[in-house]
Nanobody
Framework: QVQLVESGGGLVQPGGSLRLSCAAS????????MGWYRQAPGKQRELVAA???????NYGDSVKGRFTISRDNAKSTVNLQMNSLKPEDTAVYYC?????????????WGQGTQVTVSS
């Protein structure tokens, strides 16, 4: 069973920074893309950032220039450095990974971590 565990969420003031981390564990043969999605109350879950195993990145328009995604393939982790945070960044952030496990490729999700940007 593959598990994704997020950490680093919390309360931060506007303009502040947070760093989210996600570690994958379990019966993993390989990991393709990893990324972060977020969902605010009443809103659709949206892509924040994604990164392939080769290091190619993709960002949602609302976070470009403020967030940076990175990964450590040896540790099966993905990180999200969030700078210049805004109240509209408030959401539950979910880690996602495209993982080949038990001869099957599938998307896995973490439980989510709350990020609240408020004064």
């Amino acid at each position: 069973q593959v598990q994704l565990v997020e950490s680093g969420g919390g309360l931060v003031q506007p303009g502040g920074s947070l760093r989210l981390s996600c570690a994958a564990s379990g019966k993993i043969f390989s990991i393709n893309a990893m990324g972060w999605y977020r969902q605010a109350p009443g809103k659709q879950r949206e892509l924040v950032a994604a990164i392939t195993s080769g290091g190619s990145t993709n960002y949602g328009d609302s976070v470009k220039g403020r967030f940076t995604i990175s990964r450590d393939n040896a540790k099966s982790t993905v990180n999200l450095q969030m700078n210049s945070l805004k109240p509209e960044d408030t959401a539950v952030y979910y880690c996602n990974a495209d993982i080949y496990s038990d001869y099957t490729r599938a998307a896995y999700w973490g439980q989510g971590t709350q990020v609240t940007v408020s004064s």
